[in-house]
Structure formats: structure tokens, C-alpha cells
């Protein structure tokens, strides 16, 4: 097992220990800015379907098959035909025109720089990654490293066995790449690896002292009108290239459009039409259809997406003038899954559009409207599976009216045992690598006739209104430095045991993970339980994906576990991502009590 696989699973068993805070190898500075939601530039024209050779009731059919789907959990959605906005949507409680994390979406955006950069002569496919990196490794391992091309970077046919785990393992991601087992050789095998992806945005920052971001900043995001956009940095301060992007929407629908017109942008040419051609064509075996420089190859002749963990998808049909934009929290992981099944459905090889416009269809596209707006705010309910948003319940089936709950709660304050439990999911906190201190007091409080939920974590109070029914509260919370939209939605329901407890759904709005925590109330005991969306189901997909629950292999730990239950790692994650911590009341004299030993403490200080 290679060094960073070590580190990876020292983390993850301190997170199943629930040693949250100060545990990673990497170094933390806050990097994430505030989301000002300044207007796009450069928006696209919009149109009804009709006009551009859809029908309304089609577009309808795909967005209403997203709501019913449990599974799929879509958060944005925007598509485009021959340049015009035929369907925007933004479900519940996501907010449109907001950014959103990408995930590896972005790495198409980082082979466009690599396009650039070979077209004004700073780069070649040919050239070996140890002509520009042969600082980072010794004269031992050279030769080791001598035979991967750029070109391996791109189609994830380097064979380095330095993955996504190695990006927690220590703040040199380049030395730790130059320095890895080659598992196979260059060019023979298609392995996915966003540290390829890193080491081509590395390129880029060695061959001109800027980072990847600024480089595109006037050749690609300018030109678009792209204005409001942050990319996260590694701690040597190279942009990540393979993830760490935030991008709206529609300035993720532009990077399509821009791709399906082979570069051109108004009639002038920003992607060098011939990098265009070649990364949309395919080099290696990758997912289901192939895969290009950067990007994959999809169902429908011609198709190509840009894909993301989670469904973060941009997904380009040249034949038929369409791009599609989604934003989700799904389980997916690479182009599988049921949000990418109902696309195919929809918009895959098996659709034919009309090549003129339809006549138009007044109440069709009334219907469609309306349907946006009822995701928007929230009021869908499934025809198929009866499955509805947490959002829709009122009132519930424990008989308690939200301003009886909130006059109950209002001044109550419990000091939790463990403090194992943030607000932040724990897959946002790997990605960003923002660990959570845990949550030590949950409160609540009343402001303008609304309940507040009171949280210390760490050093830190968060204070965040409760939104009911079609109420959307959103708060902008710090996490470490960093700023977070968060809308926090709550409902009213009672256990087996009839005891009272209080639902509370966390979304991050500008990610694509949310946190929910059932809070149990019974005498002066508050028991929180917490889970997280997409969940630990997605977590063993991954481990998979990658190797690294092959761990599990391991005769000793597998002795531990009875024959008959779910392996050690199943149950590890799975008491990870579900978390239990109980909480006593504090009574008021304790309040007092606090407070005064706080002021002798200041006082002593001064």
C-alpha cells in the first residue's frame, strides 16, 4: 500500500474516531470568498422551446421525472437550444443564480488552458512531465517519471500512482506525483485520477509564473463575460485544476456553448478550433463511450459532457444545436446513475428534435412555467412514488404547530457530550479541507416571531433562522474563515416512542452535500442524530472506484467483524456519516455560573 494511501486511511479512521478539527496533513488557510450575485454578463437570449424545435410538455416531462426521482436530487437545471435558454430551473431550497462546486466538471475547463497553452507554443502533448517537474524528485526516480507525456496527463493514461488521496496526505502534491509507483505504463491504460489534472494546471503555473486561473482569466472567463468565479488552491498555491471550482450556472451553460461551436464566441475565436476538435475526440477507453482529452465521450454520436462527482454536468449534443446544464446531489460518481439515465431518456441518442420551430403552444408552455416555479418554491409532490420534499409538511403528524415548538424551545440550551458532530458534511470538509471542530451547544432562540437555531462549534456561534413549510430562511454562515450560504429548513415529527423532535435540513447551497440533524427532545435530554446526503452509500462507491477499500482485505480486521454482518469499513462509514451525541439541558444557574467564570477569567487576563 503506497505512503499517501497510509494518510488516507489514518484521516478516515480519526473521522470514524470522530477526531474532527486539526487532523489533516494539509495545511489550512481560508480561501473561499463571500457570493456577492452580481448579474451574469453576457446572458444568453431567452425563448420558448417551441420556437427552437422543442415541445414544452418534453421539457416539463424531464424536469418532473428529476423531482419524482429520489435519487437523482437535482439542485440547478438549464437547457439551451441554438443559442437561446430554453428551461431554467432552480429545486428548492437552491437558489438560481447562485454558484455552485463543480467537482470535475472543471477539468475540461483545465484542458482548455492546456489548449492555449500549446497553441501559443509553452506546452506540447509530447512533452515528459520531468522536463518541467525535475525539481520536484531526485536523480534516482527520474528515469521513472521520464517516459509521461502531457498527453497522458490528459487522457488519464499516466499510470502514477498518486490519486485523490494523496491530495490530504502533505502540502506537495507535485513532489508527491513525481514521486509515486508507476502502476502501469504510460499510455496503455485508461485509470481516472484527478491529480492528472493537477499536474497539467502545475504545467501551466511552471511554464509562466502565473497560476492557472490567472492565465485564463483574459483568454477564456474575460471573453465569456465570466465575472464571478472562484477555483480553490493547493497550500503551494497552484490552482487545483481537477476540482475546487465555483461557477454559476449559466457561465457553466457558456463553456458548453462555446465548445459546441468549435471555440467561436460572438464570432470570434477563443479556444483554437483545433484543440476543440481533437480533446472532443476520443484517445483512451474511459466510462461507457470513451474518453477525450479531459472530458468524456457520451451516448448520443457526436455528445460529449463535462462531468463532475455528484452530477455536476455539463453534457453538449452538436447535432442537434443543445446543451444541457445540471447541478445535483445525486449518487453518482462518473456518468452512471439515475440522473444521467433520465437525461439519456430525454435527451440521448433516441431523441430527435425538429430541425424548424414548432408552432407554439400557449399552454403547454404555461404548464412549464409552473412547474418551474412549484420546484422553485418548493410545493412538488410525486406522482409516482409518493416521495415529497421535506419542505411541503406544515404541520405534522406529531400534533405540534410550529409556533407551539418554537415557544417551547425559545431560551432552551444543551451542552452536547461528545461534540463529534458538524454542520459542515463530512465530504465537504475532504474536499475543501475545512475540518469541524464539532458542534459542543445547540441552542434556541426567537427573532421576528421565528425560531433561531443557536450552534456553537469550536470558538464559533452560528445563529440561523428555522424556515417552515415554503418559508426559505437562508444565513450566511463562517466555517473557518470561509463564508457558506446555508438555508435551514426545519419539521415537526415524533419517533416510535412518540417522542417530539425536530427535523432540521442544512443546505449548503453552493455545494452539492447537505446535512440533516433529527433532534429528539425527552425531559431536560436533547439526543441528536445527524446524517448527510449523498451519504455513506456514495462514500463505499468511491472507496471502490479507487482501490482503496481493498483494505478490507485485510484477514485481521476482517476477524473482528462477525461472519454474516457488514464488513468493518461498511460499519466504520456508515456510524461516521450517521453520528449519535446526546445533550443535558443547562439550567439557568449553570448560565450564570459560566458567565461569571468567564468574567473572572477576563478580568484575571486584563
Not at 425563448?47 to 416539463?60: F, K
Not at 496503455?188 to 503555473?205: P, R, W
Not at 412549484?374 to 419542505?391: A, K, Q, Y
Not at 464488513?567 to 443535558?584: E, F, L, R, W
Request: glycine share 10%.
Amino acid at each position: 500500500m503506497a505512503g499517501f494511501d497510509f494518510a488516507f486511511f489514518q484521516l478516515l479512521f480519526k473521522m470514524v474516531a470522530h477526531q474532527t478539527g486539526s487532523i489533516s496533513r494539509v495545511d489550512f488557510e481560508p480561501q473561499k470568498p463571500h457570493f456577492e450575485g452580481r448579474a451574469i454578463a453576457q446572458a444568453f437570449p431567452r425563448a420558448t422551446p417551441e420556437s427552437q424545435g422543442i415541445s414544452s410538455d418534453h421539457v416539463r416531462g424531464y424536469l418532473e421525472a428529476l423531482a419524482d426521482d429520489p435519487d437523482s436530487n437535482p439542485h440547478h437545471v438549464m437547457i439551451m437550444r441554438h443559442g437561446y435558454v430554453i428551461a431554467e430551473c432552480s429545486f428548492f431550497p437552491y437558489v438560481n443564480g447562485m454558484w455552485h462546486v463543480t467537482h470535475s466538471m472543471c477539468k475540461t475547463i483545465t484542458g482548455m488552458a492546456v489548449g492555449f497553452a500549446i497553441d501559443e507554443g509553452l506546452l506540447s502533448l509530447d512533452e515528459h512531465i520531468m522536463t518541467i517537474f525535475s525539481k520536484y524528485t531526485n536523480v534516482l526516480l527520474r528515469l521513472r517519471k521520464n517516459n509521461v507525456t502531457i498527453e497522458n496527463l490528459l487522457d488519464m493514461t499516466s499510470g502514477v500512482d498518486f490519486s485523490e488521496a494523496g491530495a490530504i496526505s502533505g502540502n506537495s502534491w507535485r513532489s508527491g506525483f513525481m514521486n509515486a509507483a508507476q502502476k502501469f505504463e504510460p499510455g496503455t491504460q485508461f485509470e481516472y485520477n484527478s491529480m492528472n489534472s493537477y499536474m497539467l494546471s502545475a504545467a501551466i503555473q511552471e511554464k509562466t509564473g502565473m497560476t492557472m486561473m490567472e492565465y485564463l482569466r483574459p483568454r477564456l472567463f474575460d471573453p465569456l463575460g465570466i465575472e464571478e468565479i472562484f477555483w480553490e488552491k493547493c497550500p503551494q498555491g497552484v490552482t487545483k485544476g481537477g476540482w475546487g471550482l465555483f461557477l454559476k450556472p449559466e457561465d457553466a451553460l457558456k463553456l458548453g456553448w462555446l465548445y459546441l461551436n468549435r471555440g467561436v464566441w460572438h464570432g470570434k475565436q477563443i479556444v483554437p478550433e483545433s484543440w476543440v476538435e481533437t480533446s472532443t475526440s476520443r484517445h483512451s477507453d474511459g466510462g461507457s463511450f470513451g474518453y477525450g482529452y479531459q472530458l468524456w465521450m457520451e451516448e448520443r454520436p457526436g455528445a460529449f459532457a463535462y462531468n463532475g462527482l455528484f452530477g455536476q454536468d455539463i453534457v453538449v449534443c452538436p447535432d442537434i444545436g443543445l446543451v444541457h446544464m445540471v447541478n445535483a446531489s445525486s449518487r453518482e460518481l462518473i456518468q452512471s446513475g439515475d440522473l444521467t439515465d433520465i437525461m439519456r431518456r430525454f435527451w440521448g441518442a433516441g431523441y430527435k428534435p425538429s430541425d424548424g420551430p414548432l408552432p407554439e403552444a400557449p399552454e403547454a408552455y404555461a404548464r412549464l412555467i409552473q412547474t418551474e416555479m412549484n420546484l422553485n418554491d418548493g410545493i412538488w409532490e410525486s406522482r409516482e412514488s409518493g416521495h415529497r420534499g421535506f419542505w411541503v409538511y406544515p404541520v405534522d403528524r406529531s400534533g405540534f404547530l410550529v409556533d407551539d415548538l418554537t415557544r417551547l424551545l425559545s431560551g432552551h440550551n444543551y451542552r452536547m457530550e461528545d461534540g463529534v458532530i458538524g454542520l459542515f458534511p463530512l465530504i465537504c470538509q475532504v474536499m475543501h479541507n475545512n475540518f469541524t471542530e464539532g458542534i459542543k451547544e445547540i441552542g434556541f432562540d426567537t427573532e421576528d416571531e421565528k425560531l433561531v437555531l443557536v450552534v456553537k462549534e469550536g470558538d464559533t456561534c452560528h445563529r440561523m433562522k428555522v424556515g417552515f413549510g415554503r418559508d426559505n430562511e437562508i444565513t450566511e454562515i463562517d466555517l473557518r474563515g470561509e463564508p457558506y450560504a446555508v438555508s435551514l429548513h426545519g419539521r415537526i415529527t415524533s419517533d416510535e416512542t412518540d417522542r417530539i423532535a425536530l427535523v432540521l435540513e442544512l443546505s449548503f447551497l453552493e455545494e452539492c452535500c447537505s446535512r440533516t440533524m433529527h433532534l429528539f427532545f425527552s425531559g431536560k435530554d436533547l439526543e441528536l442524530r445527524a446524517t448527510e446526503k449523498p451519504g455513506d452509500k456514495v462514500i463505499m462507491e468511491a472507496l471502490d472506484y479507487t482501490g482503496s477499500s481493498k483494505i478490507t482485505e485485510n484477514k485481521l480486521l476482517r476477524n473482528l467483524v462477525p461472519e454474516g454482518t457488514m464488513n468493518i469499513m461498511d460499519q466504520s462509514i456508515y456510524y461516521t456519516v450517521h453520528p449519535i451525541d446526546i445533550g443535558h439541558l443547562i439550567e439557568k444557574e449553570d448560565e450564570a455560573k459560566s458567565s461569571a467564570a468567564a468574567a473572572r477569567i477576563e478580568s484575571d487576563e486584563v
